[in-house]
């Protein structure tokens, strides 16, 4: 299966006013091919019978902080019996790397990475919800369509962060790039949802007045990131801002402002700047 893995989607320091944390922009994703076996499998082969709620997965992995509750965290049942959840052993057709998981790591396609559990202990199929720090506290998000909250009036209507919100950004050019005028520029970049599928990505050369439809590379699979293409000649020297949106087959597309507290699930119209001299 090829897959995204992606960090919360916390590009934190995008947000306005940035929330705390670690301070990551788009940095925090990968796409790779993992190879391993059907979560699914594992219940079944052990006999599991009804009454099922949830699948607790905690890993190996140790906090140096000694207050810190160990990490854990649950899929429901049903989720993690969907045939598409792995237990991954394998990356890119090679052994797990250490600090990507070794050795086994869970995969959860089209959902974030925390619940990507590396270094997987065991598999602990519960009769009740998990409650921890991990799920009821941390990682969570507001319940609304938007994901968004207000900076002095905080939603107390919260879920565990989920499933992966669509999103596109720039690859090229680099911020505050230089750009030859009259001559054609490759602009490029990724987008990426849960797995519904990228149906088309727009881009913006004039701060979002006018859009122009990109070229899709070729899908690898519902789960994976796609590439994005448009050649673009400039006509005026100076700064430009650049935009880019998608849209996918359920009809998502990116909004114009978003903003919670955890700086989690990122869904805004991404832009960078270039200069054509």
Known sequence: MIALNQCSGNARSLFTPTPPGGQWTNGAMGNARWTGVRLSDLPTKAGV???AIEVALPGLDESPMPTLPKYVKSLKFDHANDGEV?????MNDAPLPLLNGFPLRLV????YATYWVKALAHVEVLPNELHNL????A?????NDSLSEDEEHLATDTVPINRFSIHSIFVRPEPLETIRLGQAYPLEGLANDSGHGITGVEVSCDGGQSWQAAQLDPELGRYSWRRWRLSWTPKQRGPYALKVRATNKAGEQQFDTQWNHGGYARRVIESTTATVI
Not at 86 to 90: C, D, S, T
Not at 134 to 137: I, L, N, S, V
Not at 139 to 143: A, F, S, T, W
């Open 108 to 111: 959860v396609p089209g959902w």
């Open 134 to 137: 991990w799920m009821d506290r």
């Open 139 to 143: 990682y969570r998000i507001p319940n």
């Open 49 to 51: 019978g009804g009454g």
């Open 86 to 90: 792995l237990v991954a052993y394998a």
